[in-house]
């Protein structure tokens, strides 16, 4: 921006004002030829009038959502915000439906249901900038790694200029009322050049970054995980086997309510309630001293206190007439409404259960890169009949996997030592992270994890055995 142009500025969501605070701060008050803010929060907005009353900014106490860009040519030129944090599940069906179709129309991204507010409020202000003009986004690093992000990073590196992306140090939060990471994105408003690299930082503050490259925008094009860089120069595609190749990997179970359908031995004991509506399930993590998860004669996990899952497929004529205990705890969960959840009313019956067999191993579902181990994520080995409930993701060998270790069991425990071998970093760069450097993995993620190492053993026991080497099922890769 040159020294003599006017400024012509807005904050979608100026709170009590203090990007209007730096910006008087860094520009003479001649050159600003116009202010404005939006603000829905009453508490925040009268604050802000009452605020900045003597200077050029209008505070308009409004949903920026809802507003009326400014005819074409006649919008702002800096634009400045770090719009508000809620996620989609905070806001209702009809809600995002209207905020989907008035992105849509405003900068062509289709935004997914999943994405957050920030994600609608970048989309809209695509109106309301000028030609030419620059806006800075405070935002979540979350859209840089997630599907959902998709849509956005398409039209930062294919309408606008994208020109700089920091990402703070996600163990220094920068929201005080959020566990998120967070970003500063810099666009301007003109078709991006040919050949056009962005400058991506990372750590520190934004004018001093711990570490800093330019990094092609073909390689932003190809790479769905931003996260990457600027540590990494250039795109990474693996070529060689991964643990997708080796485990069909699932989430844990969803109950729709733990309260209610998990019990103790005592509990069901206690109600008279039949243990062939039962079946063994894992507690949290954090109750696992041993990652190795060891069974009584019937397959139960020896825990302290064993936890068993209500999943049966009876009808509630079937329960009425051989369970009455049983239907009167099911008529319990009717009147706590626990059929009416979103998960519950999507089942039937409502009391049963999605299919998640016991696996052989386990992966935490979140971790943290500062834990005293050193080990962001924890693999299990489980020897039980035990599901286990969404904070984990299940690893299920698939069939040439499993063929070797029917042929030899002592390969379980290898493949056990295996996934405890892999590096930290082959697992964090995978996945994404939070603020206070709480990181996570998805099925999908975590599949994308090298095993060079797994395809060596699984081959050099094939060797062994029967002198031909063990190889992956065409058929079965990534299905």
Known sequence: MGDLERVSFIDPAIGTGSFFSALLAEFPAEVLDCAVGYEIDPHYGEAAARLWKDTPLEVRQEDFTLAAPPPAGQGFNLLICN????????????????????????????????????????????????????????????????????????????????????????????????????????????????????????????????????????????????THYPMRDRGYESSGPILDDFFRIKRGLVTGSNRFFILTATEIEDRCLPIEAFRPILPSPRFLADDEIHADDAGNPLLGQPLFLLDCPWTEEVIENLYPSLMAYIDEGKARGV???????????????????AAPYMCTYLGRSDKSSGRPFRFFLNHSIATAPNVYLMLYPRASLSTAIDQSPELKRQVWNFLNCIAAEELLGEGRVYGGGLHKLEPRELGRVPAVALADLVAELGIRQDGRQLVLLEGERRH
């Not at 439906?97 to 249901?113: N, V, W, Y």
Request: aromatic letters at 10%; a positive charge; proline letters at 8%.
């Open 83 to 226: 719009p508000p944090y809620v996620r989609h599940h905070h806001m209702d069906s009809a809600r995002k439906r209207q905020l989907k179709e008035l992105s849509r129309a405003a900068s062509g991204i289709d935004i997914s249901g999943l994405a957050g507010l920030y994600c609608y409020f970048l989309a809209l202000s695509h109106r309301w900038l000028r030609d030419g003009g620059l806006a800075c986004w405070l935002i979540p690093s979350e859209f840089m790694d997630v599907n959902y992000g998709g849509s956005l990073k398409h039209y930062l590196l294919d309408t606008v200029t994208l020109e700089h992306v920091h990402r703070f140090d996600p163990k220094d939060v920068q929201f005080d009322d959020a566990l998120v990471s967070s970003s500063v994105v810099w666009l301007r408003k003109q078709d991006p050049p040919v050949h056009h690299h962005v400058r991506m930082s990372f750590g520190d503050s934004l004018l001093s970054p711990r570490l800093e490259r330019p990094i092609p925008a073909d390689t932003l094009r190809r790479d769905p995980k931003w």
């Open 339 to 357: 059929p009416d959840g979103y998960i519950c009313r999507h089942r039937a019956p409502w009391y049963s259960q999605e299919c998640r067999p």
